[in-house]
């Protein structure tokens, strides 16, 4: 199992960058490098607790989809995506939200178990590992410059 913690402090209300966290069209807006597009499920607008959704994206040249369903929310402090079909043997990513001083702490925590074994392993520790870490970060510093106009 592989964990990444991400922080990102957001100038804006909570609500604010909660509702955009969980918006389809600015995470299909933040992704344009990978082409994420919403193809089944919730396709636009803000997930809800229960709702799922298929992405269709194109990874390491590969177009790969990867279906998760909104298993736990507390609005405005949190919620968790979670895999229910795709490339990974396992996909749960936190997403946590604090407000202090007119200020919002954005805090990711995405753990995944990665397929194929020792190959998977080794593709984890060279590659893919630091490949979502930066996925992440790009698509925080979206939400983040989404949130203070």
């Given at each position: ?67 998760s369903i909104i298993s736990e929310m507390e609005s405005?402090?949190f919620f968790v995506d979670e895999m229910v079909k ?11 939200f604090n407000e202090t001083n007119n200020q919002t ?45």
């Open positions: 199992m592989t964990t990444i913690h991400l922080k990102t402090t957001v100038n804006a209300p909570i609500e604010t960058v909660f509702d955009l966290a969980r918006n389809i069209t600015e995470h299909e807006n933040s992704t344009k490098n990978t082409r994420e597009k919403a193809i089944a499920g919730r396709t636009s607008g803000k997930i809800n607790l229960g709702e799922t959704v298929t992405w269709r994206a194109k990874h390491f040249g590969l177009y790969l989809q990867h279906t405005p402090t795709g490339v990974f043997k396992s996909f749960r990513h936190e997403h946590i702490e954005m805090i990711d925590k995405l753990s995944y178990e990665v397929p194929y074994g020792i190959f998977g392993r080794i593709f984890n520790y060279l590659v893919l590992k630091s490949y979502l870490t930066k996925f992440l970060h790009e698509r925080n510093l979206h939400l983040k410059q989404r949130a203070e106009l």
